[in-house]
């Protein structure tokens, strides 16, 4: 995996961002869901693996029922230290918006069974298109699966596996972001409707 693309797409002069370096960290693999309000509002689903966060732009942001297949987009790798970031990516900078972190924690990579595989074995499973995991989150629990659609190389599906933590309800996962998140929004709407 290489952070070459994430590098060249940004100017760590004018972003707060953190620059993309390889590196292995001890200790179970995490995951993090960022909001991020830039163009479009999107959350960003991010998967620790072989040293880069594996990360896709989920429109709709992740969903707890199993009904919902969310649309997820795969984007470049980010390196590991942008699990913990947040703030606002400066006017005229890739991705430019406020970022806020919905949701972080642990996450096992499980084979259909859902017993632990090893990190090379969800890599090949990765590589072949469908990767199945178990997550350990305050907002996202139990196991998921992102499963490759074959239309092009960047569009994924995020499914909700039906256990104990799934939900028959509707979910938005707007009904549980940060209220600094809920006000940039509300303020970017009001400037947007001023402007028409």
């Known amino acids: 995996m290489s952070l070459v693309k994430y590098n060249s797409k940004r100017s760590f002069n004018d972003t707060p961002e953190p620059s993309g370096k390889q590196g292995s960290k001890p200790g179970k693999l995490i995951f993090v869901v960022q909001r991020h309000h830039a163009s479009h509002l999107h959350y960003d689903f991010r998967l620790e693996l072989e040293g880069a966060l594996k990360s896709w732009a989920v429109p709709k942001g992740p969903s707890l029922n199993p009904k919902d297949k969310r649309l997820a987009m795969m984007v470049e790798d980010h390196p590991i230290s942008y699990a913990t970031f947040e703030g606002d990516i400066p006017a005229g900078n890739y991705g430019a918006g406020h970022v806020d972190i919905w949701d972080h924690g642990t996450y096992e990579p499980v084979d259909d069974n859902g ?82």
């Open 115 to 196: 017993a632990v595989i090893t990190a090379r074995k969800f890599a090949q499973n990765l590589d072949a298109g469908s990767i199945k995991f178990r997550m350990h989150g305050k907002h996202l629990k139990g196991e998921f699966a992102l499963v490759h659609m074959k239309k092009d190389a960047k569009t994924w599906l995020l499914i909700k596996h039906k256990d104990k933590y799934a939900t028959e309800e509707d979910y938005s996962s707007e009904d549980y972001a940060k209220k600094s998140s809920l006000a940039y929004t509300a303020k970017r709407n009001e400037v947007s409707v001023k402007k028409k």
